[in-house]
């Protein structure tokens, strides 16, 4: 190990954790789908997105992460480091990160150039989730991949890990076929800071990972709530204390919508589900309206699926998704909760995250940012 690397990668210390705010239980953060609903144009989604990361910024949510998709109508989020600095350039405090990039996708040195150049931009402000999924149908991957590649891009997940970890702090040893291939920006330019690695999933395997390197886990209950305390307690049982961490630190990401009344709450999330059903269906589109979700004919099949769905969706008055969010963090033991407003309308999700900063008292506080 370099002494350069050795210094960079010490540099993740303390850059993982945050602190909750007020009476939150737990940090809160924002997880945004740049969702884009019917009537609407991804231009109002990406502009909606800065809105939400200056308000979360404003009221002490402590990051706000976009999560790579592809072929998705109702999602603007096909590439999270050109958001990702786009925010930066409307932000100054908040942490900005990808919740994420799926690894499998990219070549580890894109990715590592990427983020180092977005490191660059905002320092100590990124952070860099990896995921191994697709983010996609499987058509869509080959498209992205290649022909070929599907099977063996899951499997090769932990050594193109190991290659991005090298190419971000610049450390392959002498006689490595890449000894002399530098990303840029990063260390070969002189000392830096570099964003910390996460690992996420929405099964065993990345929990598991992340808990053998000693990384921080962040798990989708949003979508896949039935794993949560399996992944979890197999991240915390294969913990490993690391240079990034001493103890575990997980976070889930959660479904949550606020609103001014519960029947409101449950007209914008009944749009998210539709939309997901959709999806689920080979269907994808634009998040339909309040006014189509309501109005649609769901089979019995269809409405179990929806109904399983916002279950696990914290929604309603501002009082009870604080109620939801405080007991899903005792239920899980969770270190932090990043929320996910799924609905057809960027205005209903900017006023739920304000209504959830009201709810724990998290104060309002002057952006740096015009």
């Known amino acids: 190990m370099s002494d350069t690397g050795d210094a960079y990668r010490q540099q993740g210390r303390g850059a993982v954790q945050g602190a909750a705010r007020v009476s939150a239980p737990v940090p809160l953060s924002v997880l945004d789908l740049v969702t884009v609903g019917a009537g609407s144009t991804a231009r109002a989604s990406l ?3 800065v809105d939400i990361a200056r308000l979360a910024e404003s009221r002490g949510y402590h990051r706000h992460w976009v999560a790579e998709h ?3 109508p109702g999602v603007a989020s096909s590439s999270p480091a050109v958001i990702l600095a786009h925010l930066a350039a409307h932000t100054s405090r908040i942490r900005l990160g990808s919740g994420g990039v ?5 070549a580890p040195l894109a990715v590592a150039e990427q983020f180092g150049t977005l490191e660059a ?3 100590g402000r990124i952070d860099l989730g990896l995921g191994r999924a697709p983010g996609t149908d499987g058509r869509t991957a080959m498209a992205l991949r290649g022909p070929g590649r599907l099977d063996e891009a899951a499997e090769e997940f932990p050594r193109q890990l190991a290659e991005l970890t090298r190419f971000l702090d610049d450390d392959f040893p002498d006689g490595h076929p890449y000894a002399r291939v530098h990303a840029v920006p990063g260390p070969v330019q002189g000392p830096a800071g570099r964003p910390p690695l996460w690992l996420l999933g929405s099964s065993g395997f990345s929990a598991r990972l992340a808990g053998e390197l000693g990384l921080p886990f962040a798990y989708a209950h949003h979508f896949s709530a039935a ?9 915390r049982q294969s913990f490993r204390p690391s240079a990034v961490l001493d103890a575990p630190y997980a976070l889930i990401g959660v479904g949550a919508l606020a609103a001014d009344s519960a029947e409101e709450a449950r007209a914008q999330v009944l749009t998210g589900a539709l939309s997901m059903l959709r999806l689920r269906s080979g269907r994808p589109g634009l998040v339909p309206t309040p006014e189509e979700a309501a109005a ?3 089979s019995p099949l269809e409405r179990e699926f929806v109904d399983g769905w916002l279950a696990n969706i914290v929604h309603g008055t501002p009082d009870e998704v604080r109620a939801g969010l405080d007991g899903l963090a005792k239920r899980t033991g969770a270190d932090e909760l990043m929320l996910t407003a799924n609905a057809h309308s960027g205005e209903a999700r900017l006023r739920s995250y304000g209504l ?3 709810a724990y008292g998290m104060p309002a506080e002057e952006s740096a940012r015009g």
Do not use: K
């Open 121 to 123: 931009l905002a320092p």
């Open 227 to 235: 794993g949560t305390l399996p992944a979890l307690d197999l991240y």
């Open 356 to 358: 959830v900063a009201d």
């Open 47 to 49: 502009r909606t997105s």
């Open 70 to 72: 592809h072929s998705m």
């Open 296 to 298: 649609y004919p769901f």
């Open 102 to 106: 799926m690894l499998p996708n990219h």
